[in-house]
C-alpha cells in the first residue's frame, strides 16, 4: 500500500480543524466549485484522503484482473472491501510515524534506494533515470513505485523491530528447552525440495493457448541440458507491482519444506527427483511448471537454539503484533469521517493479515499451506481515545 504525508504547523492544525472532514474546495472560475480531495480520516497529523483511496483501489482492482479475476467481478471485489483497505491505511499512517519516530528514515531510504538499483539492474537498465523512463512507459509512475517501497519497507521493519526481535532476544534458556522438549517433533529435519517455477498466466488469453504453451514449455525444460533459469527469465508471467518476477529471481523459489506444501503442489513434486521438471499444474490463476532444483532427505531431531527462537517467534508474533497496533491506536488521535466510520469501524477492532511483500516471497507464498501473517491490527473507532479520553495530536 502507498500513503502520503502531510506535516502540519502549528497554524496550519487550526485551518486544517476547520476544514476536518469535508471536501476542500477551490474556484477555478465564478462560482464553480472544484473538490480537490476529501479527507477520509486523520491519523494524528497526517490524513487518508479520498485520492488516496481511489489510488489504492484502482491498483487492487488491476492486482485482481492480473491473477485472472473478470473486470466487473474485481471491481465488487474491492468495493466490498473498501473499509477494510481504509483501515488498512490508517494502520500504515501509524507504522511510518513510528519509523520516524525510531529514527529509521535514513535505513528506509537506503533500502529503497537499493531496491531500485537492483531493479534497474535486473531490467537491464543503466541508471534510474532510464527505469524511470521505462516505467512511465508502462503507466507506473516512479514517484508512486518508490513511496510504495517506502511504506512497505517502514511498517515491516517498526513490526520486525518492536515485536518480532523483542519475542526472539528476550526467551531465557530455561523456555527454549522446555519449548524445545515439547516440541521435539517440530524441530525433526524434514524433508524438503529447492524449486524454481515457469507461471503461465490465464488472464486476457484463451486457456487452449495457455495450455499449448505451458506444454511446449515443459518439453524445451526437458531437453538434455535445458537451461531452465533462462526459459524462466523469458516465459515465466508472474508480476508483483506490474513487474515480471522472473527477470529478478530466474523462477527460482527456494528450498520449501515438503509438509509446507499445498496438498496439490506436493502432489506433483513427491517423486521428482533433482533436477525434473512437472507436468503444468492447474491453478485459478494460470499453470505452473516446476522443475526441482535440489532434495533433502528427513533426519533426527536435534537442539538448535535459533530454530527454536524462531519457532516461538513465529508462533506468538500475530498475536503480539496485534497488540502492539492496539497499543499504537491507543497512544494515537484517529478519528475516521461520519459518512465512512458505520462501514470502517468494525475493520478497526480486528486483525488481518499482510500479503507477501518479496518477489520471491509472494511466488513462494502460491505454493504453501498458508503464509507468516501481518496483523493489520485493531484500529481506532471514530473518535480515538488515550486512557477514555480525546487525545489532540
Avoid: W
Avoid at 77 to 91: F, G, K, Y
Avoid at 280 to 309: C, K, Y
Avoid at 336 to 355: C, D, I, K, M, R
Amino acid at each position: 500500500m502507498k500513503s502520503k504525508k502531510i506535516v502540519f504547523t502549528c497554524s496550519a492544525l487550526v485551518a486544517f480543524a476547520l476544514l476536518m472532514f469535508t471536501s476542500t474546495n477551490v474556484f477555478a472560475q465564478e462560482g464553480e466549485p472544484v473538490v480537490v480531495d476529501e479527507v477520509v480520516a486523520q491519523v494524528n497529523n497526517d490524513v487518508v484522503t479520498l485520492s488516496m483511496i481511489k489510488r489504492e483501489t484502482r491498483e487492487a482492482v488491476e492486482g485482481l484482473k492480473q491473477k485472472g479475476t473478470v473486470g466487473a467481478q474485481a471491481d465488487a471485489e474491492i468495493t466490498r472491501r473498501q473499509p477494510e483497505l481504509i483501515a488498512s491505511l490508517v494502520d500504515e499512517q501509524l507504522l511510518v510515524q513510528k519509523a520516524k519516530e525510531l529514527n529509521l528514515t535514513e535505513e528506509i531510504e537506503a533500502e529503497v534506494n537499493k531496491r531500485m538499483l537492483d531493479l534497474a539492474k535486473a531490467q537491464g537498465f543503466k541508471t534510474l533515470e532510464t527505469l524511470d523512463e521505462a516505467m512511465r512507459a508502462s503507466n507506473v509512475d516512479p514517484a508512486g513505485f518508490r513511496q510504495s517501497a517506502r511504506t512497505g519497507i517502514a511498517t515491516g521493519l517498526v513490526l520486525s523491530r518492536e515485536v518480532d526481535a523483542k519475542i526472539f532476544y528476550g526467551l531465557s534458556s530455561d523456555e527454549l528447552k522446555r519449548y524445545y522438549e515439547a516440541h521435539k517433533d517440530q524441530f525433526r529435519k524434514s524433508e524438503a525440495v529447492t524449486l524454481s517455477e515457469i507461471f503461465v498466466s490465464f488472464a486476457g488469453k484463451p486457456e487452449a493457448d495457455v495450455i499449448a504453451k505451458a506444454s511446449a514449455l515443459v518439453a524445451e525444460a526437458r531437453k538434455p541440458g535445458a537451461d531452465f533459469a533462462a526459459l524462466a527469465t523469458v516465459n515465466s508471467e508472474r508480476q508483483q507491482d506490474g513487474v515480471r518476477v522472473a527477470t529478478q529471481t530466474k523462477g527460482k523459489l527456494g528450498t520449501v519444506q515438503v509438509s509446507d506444501l499445498n496438498a496439490q503442489i506436493s502432489a506433483a513434486v513427491k517423486t521428482l527427483t533433482a533436477g525434473s521438471v512437472s507436468d503444468p499444474i492447474r491453478t485459478d490463476e494460470g499453470l505452473i511448471i516446476l522443475r526441482v532444483d535440489g532434495r533433502t532427505a528427513a533426519g533426527n531431531s536435534t537442539f538448535n537454539e535459533n530454530q527454536v527462537r524462531e519457532a516461538i517467534t513465529a508462533e506468538r508474533s500475530a498475536k503480539e503484533r496485534v497488540a502492539y497496533m492496539q497499543k499504537l491506536r491507543s497512544d494515537a488521535y484517529i478519528k475516521v469521517a461520519e459518512n465512512y466510520s458505520v462501514a470502517v469501524l468494525p475493520f478497526l477492532s480486528t486483525g488481518s493479515p499482510a500479503a507477501p511483500t518479496t518477489a520471491a516471497g509472494a511466488a513462494a507464498a502460491s505454493l504453501k499451506n498458508g503464509s507468516p501473517s501481518t496483523p493489520a491490527g485493531n484500529k481506532s473507532s471514530g473518535k480515538k481515545t488515550k486512557a477514555g479520553g480525546n487525545k489532540r495530536p
